[in-house]
């Protein structure tokens, strides 16, 4: 695509009332972007000379995500008169402020709402187009159930005579079945001269762009319409059921694509990877797992079954079975699982283990320590082969502030101990089974705080009288004064 020829303006201003949402429709996301994002990146590898994004509607959270996902592209804002042929109206007026002279190549017309076309298929309806030397070339598909959709209508010589909002429809045009999937590619002087001319006498009293067609027409301007070969790709997403099947599209196109690059996916309906994450061959991914945003697996990995993994980075050959971590680093060899989960800020070194019922949290974990199963590790830096027992904590709040524990290096702890942060523990050092450790350890030492034992006789009688604990304690109690007395008369 040659960057002088071609702009790109998306159309994200509509409401879109069918979602009943708070967020825009174009702010939805689905495969790790925004709608719109999807839009975005795609345009982008087309290399437009500009990229403008058209807004009103929530103007401030969708400009939000133009700029997150396009920092490039160029804001405009649509004045009253609502419409798509307002919309590319005033979009066209910027283009034209930009270059100074006026846009004189391609205006290529997206909607923020169709987030699977691919940026091959936009490339070739631009060679189309060029090669056709049409005034303009829209992209339509063929689909079972156009409700909702524009419909292409076409004279007796199969040519595109003009595109019918669903609205406005006759009964013979709703049953067409080819409906305007909302990309276009204008001659830009063509689209300028003509757009001046389109009025709001229709349902919904807006300026649509698809009365440009037949103003082309009229004016005996060539009108051409490729059909997508896969509809799918074209279609817009309007609600949340179109919403969920746009987004099981996308996932089954992702997956499959990490599939012919060497990933292993073992179950393609369970898993979903976004778009924006990262696998290296090798990787093998169980049932009911999620990759999500930016998370990165290197080679022989294995991830799940039942494993959610969002903006994480997992080392080679580590394994994530049953867990859930978020913004963590599983190093290489190191084993996750099952049931853990592992809050943002976790770092597990290479060879370590966060076992059975683990919680960590702004945990550093050293190479080849292991956290195995029971215990809760929160703003804590532990050395290099660490073992802690079950149950243990890291106490690190002190109801205002959090604290840190820092453990050194080959530090076993016994069951159940609790390290009441700040507190640092030696190298070397180990402590007894259920040991508060208030104090720093020095390396080498054995920390306890063991207290004598107290059993005091007849408590649970006394101050729990007629439970059923008090009831089998009075009978037992009764049963050993027989036994005792028994054996007296022996003696």
């Known amino acids: 695509m040659s960057s002088t020829q071609l702009a790109v303006v998306v159309l994200a201003a509509g409401q879109g009332t069918r979602m009943k949402s708070a967020t825009p429709k174009v702010v939805h996301s689905i495969g790790g972007r925004t709608l719109v994002g999807h839009v975005l990146t795609t345009a982008r590898r087309l290399d437009p000379e500009s990229i403008a994004v058209v ?13 997150d996902a396009e920092p490039a592209a160029v804001i405009v804002d649509q004045d009253e008169v609502p419409g798509t042929g307002r919309a590319v109206e005033v979009a066209l007026a910027r283009l034209d402020g930009i270059s100074g002279a006026g846009f004189g190549g391609d205006v290529l017309v997206l909607s923020g709402d169709v987030p699977l076309l691919e940026a091959e298929t936009l490339a070739e309806l631009v060679r189309t187009h060029r090669a056709s030397g049409a005034a303009v070339t829209l992209l339509s598909a063929v689909v079972d159930d156009p409700t909702g959709y524009g419909r292409v209508i076409r004279g007796s010589d199969g040519s595109v005579s003009r595109i019918v909002e669903q609205k406005d429809a006759s009964a013979d045009e709703a049953a067409v079945c080819e409906i305007n999937a909302g990309v276009y590619v204008f001659r830009a002087e063509h689209l300028r001269t003509h757009l001046g001319s389109v009025g709001t006498a229709n349902a919904q009293g807006e300026k649509y762009l698809t009365d440009v067609v037949s103003l082309f027409r009229s004016a005996s301007l060539p009108v051409a319409a490729s059909v997508a070969d896969d509809a799918a790709t074209a279609l817009g997403v309007n609600d949340r ?3 969920s099947e746009a987004a099981r599209t996308l996932n089954a196109r992702t997956v499959r694509s990490w599939q012919l690059a060497g990933v292993s996916v073992l179950d393609p309906a369970t ?15 169980l049932p009911n797992t999620q990759i999500l945003r930016a998370t990165t697996v290197a080679t022989g990995a294995v991830i799940g079954p039942d494993t959610s993994l969002v903006d994480c980075e997992v080392g080679e050959n580590a394994t994530v079975r049953r867990s859930d971590a978020t913004l963590a680093v599983i190093g290489a060899g190191a084993t996750v699982g099952p049931w853990s989960y592992l809050r943002p800020g976790t770092v597990l070194g290479e060879n370590g283990k ?7 949290k702004n945990a550093v974990i050293g190479e080849g320590s292991k956290v195995p199963h029971l215990s809760y590790v929160g703003d804590a830096t532990i050395g290099r082969h660490v073992n802690l027992g079950a149950g243990a904590i890291t106490a690190n709040y002190d109801d205002v502030n959090k604290h840190r524990t820092q453990i050194g290096d080959e530090v076993h702890s016994g069951s159940h101990t609790v390290f009441v942060a700040p507190v640092r523990i030696g190298d070397g050092a ?3 089974a259920g040991a508060v450790i208030r104090k720093d350890v020095p390396a080498g030492a054995l920390a ?4 004598p034992q107290r059993n005091i006789e007849g408590w649970v009688e006394k101050n729990r009288a007629g439970t059923g604990a008090a009831d089998v304690a009075a009978r037992a109690r009764g049963a050993q004064k027989a036994d ?3 054996q007296d008369e022996d003696r």
């Not at 807004?55 to 700029?67: F, M």
């Not at 898993?271 to 061959?281: E, K, Q, Y």
């Open 430 to 432: 180990k402590t007894g």
């Open 448 to 451: 306890v705080s063991v207290a």
């Open 484 to 486: 005792d007395g028994a």
């Open 271 to 285: 898993t979903w990877i976004d778009v924006t994450a990262t696998l290296a061959p090798d990787v093998t991914l």
């Open 55 to 67: 807004v009103r509607h929530e103007r401030d959270l969708v400009a939000a995500a133009v700029r």
């Open 354 to 360: 966060i076992g059975t019922f683990v919680e960590t």
């Open 241 to 243: 059921v179109q919403l």
